[in-house]
């Protein structure tokens, strides 16, 4: 929406420039990053957004600087496998924005043959895609990440804040996620402090409370895949530096 | 290197006083003006029984937990947060609560906005959370009795149950580092750093021990002093109470470095994406030049 | 001088489409609008779950209309294990149903801002100002629904979660600014609308057509026969290796090709006489987001919803009764149909979502106009290309 056809100040253009891309998902990652309202106008001013199929006139993909992607990749795809490609070629970094592109999320459960393309049957999240490793930097969970977590994000990437951006970092390598890690990652080892925090981070309730152990209590029949339990869990990582008591 | 000295176990804190209520729970009196006043709009914490997580909008409806039981509360983040709107909210929890809310400040993950919607911390000191059976057992262990616990306090350095008959029980520490919460085994921030006040319980009921960590908690008692002035009485608290309170802490924590110590030689599991913090505990607890800055584990 | 354009990954549209243009002296003879994304795959994953967990499952079809799919979907379990619903929980899905129209509608606007502003300064400013009222609507999703994307809190039986007075006074207080914010930035894209026009020099009957219109209702959603669906399949409608690639049915309502949507709606509940041209759309969308907003405040000052809001009945059927669940998107009518069995497993889930009605609408539009001016076209549609091929 802010990118101009002419770009006639390239050279003094320090901004930082970013683009949305899309692999096989539903929109609503960039969407949340619109749902900072108010906010995601300051933000945007500050970055300067040179694709997005929503909100760029821009028919051909430019370098970018960073290469916000949502979605998991359909391998049947033609077009899928040319984003792919571009994305190598033209972004110097790549952040999995949500579930699908880091986790699988949603896309977990695909198994295709609908019409009226039933070939359309492999959907790998980009975390898992060899040919991306170097550039996959950064993989942010959540369906859809909260709009207050992207908007941390993109502070801290603008601040390079690396204490705040290593556990994203960290989540680049771990390909899957359920509701399953806070069971086997955190209640299994002996980690569980019954806080609730899973219970509330997850976007479909999937994960309740269970009042007589003080521990989660998991639905896997709603579980999307999305990584948002255990990233939420105090367990998992904590904030470093921890709140400074001014 | 680490030495469990007051800043590692109590932590940073401004000042730290003995608050009387007039017979009344001082906590829960402060809590109460501050809904009355509108210093905040809800607080988030656990039903008095500890049973379940709740949320407390009106100030003749406070009751806080009175045992060292205090499950789930940030399971009613988004609720207060998404759902109600709240904005001012108060919290009061044990330290871990607080791990997963700063957690949820700082990154924004889990509940949206919950860096602005939360205008009070209060943690509790906790010797390590119990579930209702593990009361039992620790009980028939103990005292070989059946009977309910009504409230945990700390007196003379040891920890206290209140039982429902009335009957005052010291709990040995080695005893009850067995029947907490497994999680409880490795925590090494009991005295909720992080937070903006501490609440120690003390023997009598209307009395409890502030320890005042934050500018943000230090001028809201101050405001509150001044807005309803002698409803709660503020006397520094003496070095003798904080150096019990330290005793405590400090033999609970040898317990739980006992059990740190063991699982990171063993080389026990950690969840994934974990910054280590058991091994880094660990390296810091067995060198000596290693500059140990405040860090709450 | 005839020649064939091909274009694909459209600008300021949801998703990846593309078009198909066969042109003479520039002007569109015949026209074909298309999705280009993968399949996912939602009717086939759905197979062999617990019917309760559709409405969780489809509202991640779209990350723009997501509530939409949650109530289609839940109503259309419903209505095959015949499960009845307080009727709060109907009202109550109603104004998720409407916040969600204006959420996504403004969303359009921003994205069209695009064309309308060639001052980025008033661009930015206008954003602002839209983004104030989809905050609001943003507020009520996440109040009711439980989130703003992906409302978790629509089930098979109503709502989870009811609505304390307070939380629904709290929505109240902040309508009225909401709908004043929205009249004044509605009234400036309709003159930004205007000067589009004329500077594109398009008059008020370009992007017509001569279809049909469909709706079900002007806000929420009423039954229809799903048999008067069916579907033509991309590689009966386009050539060579698009036959391979296009990833959306065409639906025809009883057999023809139909345009839903704001226009539909307005020509049969509200009498509204059509000019035939797209501009209208834009129109009608807008005018359907302050009607939204007022009707998201009368529901909600006339009811009570601090009771139970969810029949929690495990739903079954017979495993051949087809239900149909209806709800009125914000690009038209939104229709799931489900079958299940006696334990209340999905046997059969199909999706008619109203972009892919529309498919043929727009490449009807097309007929007539300067091919360099399509994109105008398909834009006007406001097309949502991941539910077309979900």
Known sequence: ?246 | ?297 | MKKVVKLEGIPLTEGHSGLYLEVEDGIVKRGVYYALVPVRGFETLLLGKDSRVAPTITTRICGLCQVTHAIASARAVENVAGIEVPPEAEKLREVLGLAVRVYNNLLHQIVISEDLFPDKREQLSFIREVQGVRKFAGMVLETIGGEIIHSPNVKVGGISEPLEEFVKEKILSEVEGALLRLQTSFSLFKEKLDSLWKREGFDESFGNHNLDFFATDLYYGKQVKFEDFSFVLPQEVVEGSLKRRVSNLFPLVGGKPVETGPRARAVLFKGYRPKGGVKELHILRGEENIDALRRIKEILENNRFDGELWNRKTPSSDGETVGVGIHEAPRGANVHAVKIDKSGKITYYKIVVPTEINFFAVSEALKGAPATKAEFIVRAYDPCIVCAAH
């Open chain 2, 1 to 297: 290197m680490v030495s469990l000295d007051r800043r590692f176990l109590i932590g940073n804190f401004r000042g730290a006083f003995v608050v009387e209520g007039k017979g009344k729970n001082p906590t829960e009196s402060i809590f109460r003006l501050m809904l009355k006043h509108q210093f905040i709009d809800g607080l988030l914490t656990c039903s008095k029984t500890g049973e379940s997580p709740k949320l407390i909008l009106k100030s003749d409806e406070v009751e806080l937990p009175s045992k060292n039981t205090c499950f789930g509360v940030n399971s009613l983040l988004k609720k207060a947060i998404q759902k109600y709107r709240f904005s001012r909210l108060a919290v009061y929890a044990p330290a871990c609560t607080f791990d997963g809310l700063n957690k949820t400040q700082y990154f924004g993950i889990g509940c949206n906005w919950t860096k602005t919607a939360i205008s009070l911390k209060v943690g509790f000191l906790c010797p390590g959370l119990l579930t209702e059976n593990a009361f039992n057992a620790e009980l028939a262990d103990i005292a070989g009795k059946s009977t309910g616990v009504k409230r945990f306090y700390f007196d003379g350095g040891n920890l206290f149950y209140l039982l429902e008959d009335g009957a005052s029980l010291k709990i040995p520490l080695s005893v009850h580092h067995h029947y907490t919460n497994s999680a409880c085994r490795y925590c090494l921030n009991m005295a909720a750093k992080g937070t903006d006040i501490t609440c120690v319980n003390l023997k009598e009921e209307d009395r409890v021990l502030l320890i005042v960590r934050s500018e943000r908690g230090w001028s809201t008692l101050a405001h509150l002093q001044k807005t309803a002035p002698g409803e709660v009485l503020f006397r520094k608290a003496e070095e003798e109470l904080l150096a019990s309170v330290e005793n405590f802490l400090r033999e609970k924590i040898l317990l739980n470095i006992a059990d740190i110590v063991e699982r990171v030689e063993l080389g026990l599991p950690v969840p994934k994406w974990n910054d280590n913090k058991l091994r880094k505990f660990y390296r810091i607890w067995n060198s000596v030049d290693i500059n140990f800055e405040e860090e709450v584990f």
């Open chain 1, 1 to 246: 929406m802010f990118y101009r056809d002419k770009l006639s100040f390239e050279e003094e253009d320090f901004k930082l420039k970013v683009g949305f891309l899309h692999f096989s998902s539903c929109s609503g990652c960039q969407v949340a990053f619109l749902d900072m309202f108010e906010e995601a106008v300051e933000i945007l001013d500050t970055v300067e957004l040179v694709y997005s199929n929503m909100l760029t006139k821009r028919r051909d993909i430019p370098r970018m600087d960073v290469a916000f992607v949502e979605g998991a990749l359909c391998v049947e795809d033609p077009h899928h496998i040319n984003l792919l490609r571009e994305l190598g070629k033209k972004a110097k970094m790549v952040v999995a924005v949500g579930g699908c592109a880091a986790f699988g999320g949603v896309r977990r459960l695909s198994c295709g043959n609908q019409l009226p393309q039933p070939q359309h049957q492999t959907f790998v999240p980009i975390t898992e895609v060899d040919f991306l490793k170097t550039k996959v930097k950064y993989a942010i969970p959540g369906c859809p990440p909260n709009p207050s977590l992207l908007y941390s994000f993109l502070l801290a990437l603008l601040e390079v804040n690396e204490d705040f951006l290593l556990p994203f970092e960290l989540m680049t390598s771990s390909t899957k996620a359920s509701g399953f890690d806070i069971i086997s990652e955190v209640v299994n080892k002996g980690f569980c402090v019954g806080c609730g925090t899973c219970s509330t981070a997850c976007p479909t309730r999937a994960i309740s409370f269970n009042r007589e152990c003080g521990k989660p209590a998991f639905n896997a029949n709603l579980c999307v895949h999305c990584g948002s339990c255990l990233a939420a869990c105090p367990q998992s990582f904590k904030p470093y530096p921890q709140p400074v008591y001014v």
